[in-house]
Each structure stands twice: as structure tokens, then as C-alpha cells.
């Protein structure tokens, strides 16, 4: 029973998915609630509590889906390059795996169109089809193009911030406050520094990951960009995203610093920066699979740590407003 349990949890990859959870609860309730307070100065909000709790869960939904549908079109190539997988390991059959995404994704639509209904905007549910549209695309297609299924994936990483904000603009609309462009113009420079971030983390990992299974996606002719130019290339090019995400960490540090923010500039730049800073150079020399892990690996802590900067800031603000 309880293996069964554990299958399942990495079947729908309960890690990846707690921290999409932690993201928006941490942006909801640090980031855009201080904004209704202190620019809208109003206790309303676009979710209540409930609301919000079906909005992270029907994103949960939506991304436990795709990873099944990933799962079930890569069952072949997990069954010979990775077989300690929950659906090549013959824990779940290829049915119950279609069915099971079926069902997540039909229940994290309907909760979506439930929000959307309850905000005055039935519009809003056609964004969980599409999303789960595109996820099924990738999984079954985009993927075997170099680059391309990595540049959908890392954008609906970054996607789950911009669908928050969508709710508040509608909330917005329906509500009139004197400073609400002000406080959407707060909200969406927050958006456009956590969602580019989640993107770019994301595209770097998964030009990584793609590197590490390059021997596997050639053998089922899965051309990633490893597969089509060589793990060189991709290896150059994921240096390249790589020195982006630095180079942005570094002109937030400067522009941090140059407004007095220091303790924000140093979160930046050594609790953030720096690790990325070292995983360039792990890449830089990684020739191994092994090595390509432990990149991948170091990524996903970049992301945890960017993440943590929101409690972070908002401890920093109130240590500030205190002083």
C-alpha cells in the first residue's frame, strides 16, 4: 500500500508540484495581499481563501496531468533507459495512466471555469484548456523539436504568476480604485521578475535534462537539441540562458544597491547569484550524465532559492518599516 502511495506521488511528481503550490501561495499572500493593503488600502481581494486554495489546487491539477500524459507517451523509452519509473515499472497500467489524466485535467478545467464564473469572467476557464492542450502537445510532439518544447514548458512554468494577475485584473475592473494602475503596475513588474525568472530557471533545466537523456531520445527519435546538434551545442546554449538569468540577478542586485536595498542586493547576489554562477561552471565542464544530474539538481535549488526571496523581501520591508 504504501509503495503504491509512493509510486503515485512521483507518478504525478508531488515535489515539483508542492513547489508551484509554494510559489503562489508565497506571491499571493506576500506580494499581492501587502499590495491591496498598502496601495489599495482594502482588506478585498480577488480570491478569498477558498478560492484561492481551488486556484493553487486546479494548477496542481493541470501540471499533474501533464506529467502523466508525459509519462504515458514516453513509456517505451522509460521502459529500456529508465525502468524504475512508476509507469514503465508496471506499478500503473498505460490505461489507468490515461484515464487518471483525463480525470485531473477534466477537474482542474472545471475548477477552472468554476473561478472564472464566480469572478465575473467565464473567459478565464478556456486558459486551463489551452494550457492543458498545450501540455499534451508537447508531450506527444513538441518535444522531438530541438528547443521548442523546452521554450513551452519553461513558459507555462512562468505562466502560473500571469493567470494569478489575470484574476486580479478582472477584479480590478470590477472594482474601482483611486490607485488601482498604480497597484497593477506594482503587481506587474512582480510578475514580469518571479514569472521570468520560473521561465528562465526552467529553460536552462530543461536543455539540461535533455543533455543528461540524450542517449534515450535519440534511440526513439526524440530530436531535442542535444539529439539534433549535439550535447555541445545544447551545453552552449544552455550557458547561454544561464549567463541571462546572471546578468538579469545582477542588474536587480545594482539597481537594489543604488536605491538602498542592501540586504535585498546581497539576497540577489549571493544567495541567488552565486549559485548560479557555480552551476555555469559545473555545466561548463560536465561531460558525464552524472554531472548533467547534479546541474539539473543545483537548478531546481535556483529555483527554490528565487522563490524564497519573496518571504525574504517582505521580511526585509517590514525590518525597513520598522527601523
Same mark, same amino acid.
Given at each position: 500500500?504504501?509503495?503504491?502511495?509512493?509510486?503515485?506521488?512521483?507518478?504525478?511528481?508531488?515535489?515539483?508540484?508542492?513547489?508551484?503550490?509554494?510559489?503562489? %501561495?508565497?506571491?499571493?499572500?506576500?506580494?499581492?495581499?501587502?499590495?491591496?493593503?498598502?496601495?489599495?488600502?482594502?482588506?478585498?481581494?480577488?480570491?478569498?481563501?477558498?478560492?484561492?486554495?481551488?486556484?493553487? *489546487?486546479?494548477?496542481?491539477?493541470?501540471?499533474?496531468?501533464?506529467?502523466?500524459?508525459?509519462?504515458?507517451?514516453?513509456?517505451?523509452?522509460?521502459?529500456?533507459?529508465?525502468?524504475?519509473?512508476?509507469?514503465? %515499472?508496471?506499478?500503473?497500467?498505460?490505461?489507468?495512466?490515461?484515464?487518471?489524466?483525463?480525470?485531473?485535467?477534466?477537474?482542474?478545467?472545471?475548477?477552472?471555469?468554476?473561478?472564472?464564473?464566480?469572478?465575473?469572467?467565464?473567459?478565464?476557464?478556456?486558459?486551463?484548456?489551452?494550457?492543458?492542450?498545450?501540455?499534451?502537445?508537447?508531450?506527444?510532439?513538441?518535444?522531438?523539436?530541438?528547443?521548442?518544447?523546452?521554450?513551452?514548458?519553461?513558459?507555462? %512554468?512562468?505562466?502560473?504568476?500571469?493567470?494569478?494577475?489575470?484574476?486580479?485584473?478582472?477584479?480590478?475592473?470590477?472594482?474601482?480604485?483611486?490607485?488601482?494602475?498604480?497597484?497593477?503596475?506594482?503587481?506587474?513588474?512582480?510578475?514580469?521578475?518571479?514569472?521570468?525568472?520560473?521561465?528562465?530557471? %526552467? *529553460?536552462?533545466?530543461?536543455?539540461?535534462?535533455?543533455?543528461?537523456?540524450?542517449?534515450?531520445?535519440?534511440?526513439?527519435?526524440?530530436?531535442?537539441?542535444?539529439?539534433?546538434?549535439?550535447?555541445?551545442?545544447?551545453?552552449?546554449?544552455? /550557458?547561454?540562458?544561464?549567463?541571462?538569468?546572471?546578468?538579469?540577478?545582477?542588474?536587480?542586485?545594482?539597481?537594489?544597491?543604488?536605491?538602498?536595498?542592501?540586504?535585498?542586493?546581497?539576497?540577489?547576489?549571493?544567495? /541567488?547569484?552565486?549559485?548560479?554562477? /557555480?552551476?555555469?561552471?559545473? *555545466?561548463?565542464?560536465?561531460?558525464?550524465?552524472?554531472?548533467?544530474?547534479?546541474?539539473?539538481?543545483?537548478?531546481?535549488?535556483?529555483?527554490?532559492?528565487?522563490?524564497?526571496?519573496?518571504?525574504?523581501?517582505?521580511?526585509?520591508?517590514?525590518?525597513?518599516?520598522?527601523?
Amino acid at each position: 500500500m504504501l509503495s503504491t502511495i509512493n509510486a503515485f506521488f512521483r507518478f504525478i511528481r508531488i515535489g515539483n508540484l508542492l513547489i508551484i503550490a509554494l510559489s503562489l %501561495s508565497l506571491f499571493y499572500y506576500l506580494v499581492l495581499v501587502p499590495v491591496h493593503h498598502n496601495t489599495l488600502h482594502t482588506t478585498l481581494l480577488p480570491l478569498n481563501t477558498t478560492d484561492f486554495i481551488l486556484f493553487v *489546487l486546479s494548477v496542481m491539477l493541470i501540471a499533474a496531468a501533464g506529467n502523466i500524459i508525459n509519462d504515458y507517451f514516453d513509456f517505451e523509452l522509460d521502459r529500456e533507459y529508465k525502468p524504475g519509473r512508476p509507469l514503465a %515499472s508496471g506499478k500503473f497500467t498505460l490505461d489507468f495512466a490515461m484515464y487518471l489524466h483525463g480525470a485531473l485535467a477534466f477537474a482542474g478545467i472545471g475548477i477552472g471555469f468554476y473561478l472564472g464564473w464566480s469572478n465575473g469572467k467565464m473567459q478565464l476557464g478556456y486558459i486551463y484548456i489551452i494550457c492543458t492542450l498545450l501540455l499534451y502537445v508537447y508531450s506527444s510532439y513538441l518535444k522531438k523539436l530541438p528547443l521548442v518544447g523546452n521554450i513551452v514548458v519553461a513558459a507555462l %512554468s512562468g505562466f502560473v504568476f500571469v493567470l494569478l494577475l489575470l484574476f486580479e485584473a478582472n477584479f480590478l475592473t470590477i472594482i474601482s480604485f483611486d490607485n488601482a494602475a498604480y497597484a497593477m503596475k506594482i503587481l506587474l513588474w512582480q510578475v514580469y521578475f518571479y514569472g521570468g525568472f520560473a521561465f528562465i530557471t %526552467s *529553460l536552462a533545466r530543461e536543455i539540461v535534462k535533455d543533455i543528461e537523456d540524450a542517449e534515450g531520445d535519440a534511440a526513439h527519435d526524440i530530436n531535442t537539441l542535444a539529439v539534433q546538434f549535439g550535447a555541445n551545442v545544447a551545453k552552449a546554449a544552455g /550557458v547561454i540562458v544561464l549567463l541571462a538569468l546572471l546578468g538579469g540577478i545582477g542588474y536587480f542586485a545594482y539597481n537594489f544597491y543604488m536605491g538602498g536595498a542592501i540586504k535585498e542586493a546581497l539576497y540577489m547576489g549571493l544567495i /541567488v547569484g552565486l549559485p548560479v554562477a /557555480v552551476v555555469i561552471s559545473m *555545466l561548463t565542464v560536465a561531460k558525464q550524465a552524472k554531472q548533467y544530474t547534479n546541474v539539473s539538481l543545483l537548478i531546481k535549488v535556483i529555483m527554490l532559492l528565487g522563490i524564497l526571496s519573496i518571504p525574504a523581501f517582505y521580511l526585509f520591508s517590514k525590518m525597513a518599516a520598522a527601523a
